[in-house]
């Protein structure tokens, strides 16, 4: 059995990650770790953790835990990632992965060096609409793809509207937390890298400080695609949206931006319109499935560390644009 310790008692952990957990063979969480202890027992009661660790050093020294699962505020990952990797442990870490590329890249190398998996939680790209497109598009469906447009602006729920609104230093605002997802589905879906990108971004109303709330970016990646992304906390009914269009035909994707939707993804050429069968899929589990694999070292994780990492990369790019104003280039 592969022990998880959850490091960050958080809304995900909580909602998504651990029926995620417990629903993979052999997989148990054993214990959670908050930086408040009281917050952390009543949080291990109301989940039925078994354990509630007094700290970080506490759970990482739990020989039951093998691996763990950081859903911390976004500023934390860094240092309790290299905590973790030198404790022996595998990491499977929130997006974003960190605050710089630097400290992500260090995180990468920390994990590699003590021999440990480092998986970002990127769910999207378990998502079977987003596989088939990939697979449709490799297959030259729609023949060479021209543009992409990703609409991904969201009302933020009301229990959700805390540090993401008006903490910087958190990693808060729309990019690091939106952003970062389209990115990756983008990388995923075109198989193809971001080369630069050009943005504005926005204060409607709902976050503070120099925390935007709305982004409008496009990215250019490495196979000539131009990609457009829609991102906002503040936008209750439009719906989301994923569309690739190439020169022999579209793919045009609605509902596929939230894991628990009802997927629409149709395929337009030159003589004929097809709706393709989806059903929705549980994209958390599949993430902790592949996970769980490249523990065992019978596969990869389904979004690497280096996945993360570009996916940072790009967001860092999108708001260092919309504050300069300038294009910005992206590498890793
Ligand atoms: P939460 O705000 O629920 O949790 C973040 C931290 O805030 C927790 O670790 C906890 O600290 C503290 N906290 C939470 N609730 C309370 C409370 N009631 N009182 C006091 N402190 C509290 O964040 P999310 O779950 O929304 O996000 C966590 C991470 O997961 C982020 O990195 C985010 O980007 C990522 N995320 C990823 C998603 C995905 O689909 N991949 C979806 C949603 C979030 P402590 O642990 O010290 O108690």
Redesign the pocket.
């Known amino acids: 059995t592969i022990g998880f310790g959850f ?10 990650m651990l029926a995620a957990i417990r629903n993979t063979p052999d997989c148990e969480v054993v214990s959670v ?4 202890l009281e ?2 027992r009543a ?1 291990a009661a109301e989940t039925q953790i078994p354990h509630a660790a007094s700290s970080l050093e506490d759970l990482l020294a739990n020989p039951a835990v093998h691996a763990v699962y ?5 500023e ?2 860094h240092a309790q990632t290299l905590a973790a990797a030198q404790a022996g442990k595998h990491v499977l870490c ?3 992965l960190a605050m710089s590329q630097l400290e992500a890249q260090t995180m990468l190398d920390a994990c590699r060096e003590a021999g440990v998996v480092l998986a970002t ?4 790209r378990n998502a079977h609409a987003h596989q088939a497109m990939r697979d449709l598009i490799a297959n030259g469906a729609i023949g060479k793809p021209i543009a992409a447009r990703v609409f991904h602006a969201v009302y933020l729920r009301e229990s ?1 509207q ?3 609104l008006d903490k910087p230093e958190a ?1 808060g605002g729309v990019v ?2 939106i952003v970062v ?1 389209d990115v990756d589905t983008l990388r995923f879906v075109l198989q193809a890298e971001p080369t630069e990108v050009i943005s504005l971004s926005q204060q409607f109303g709902m976050s503070a400080g120099s925390v935007e709330d709305g982004s409008m970016a496009v990215f250019r990646f490495d196979n000539g695609v131009i990609a457009q992304v829609h991102t906002a906390f503040t936008v209750p009914y439009a719906g989301n949206g994923f569309e690739v269009h190439g020169t022999d035909g579209s793919l045009i994707a609605k509902n596929v931006m939230h ?1 628990a939707a009802q997927p629409e993804v149709l395929l337009r050429t030159a003589n004929s319109e097809q709706r393709l069968e989806l059903a929705a899929n549980e994209v ?1 589990s599949l993430g902790v499935a592949r996970f769980i694999a490249a523990i065992q070292g019978t596969g990869k994780p389904a979004a690497s560390g280096e996945d993360g990492l570009w996916s940072l990369a790009s967001a860092l790019a999108c708001l260092e644009s919309a504050h300069t104003g300038q294009k910005v280039a992206i590498s890793v």
């Not at 490091?7 to 998504?16: L, Q």
């Not at 939680?121 to 999207?124: G, I, K």
């Open positions: 490091i960050g008692a958080s809304d995900i952990a909580k909602h998504k770790y908050s930086s408040n917050r952390g949080y950081i859903s911390t505020t976004n934390l990952h929130e997006k974003p939680n990127h769910h999207l959700l805390g540090w993401r990693g690091l937390d997802h894991p958390y």
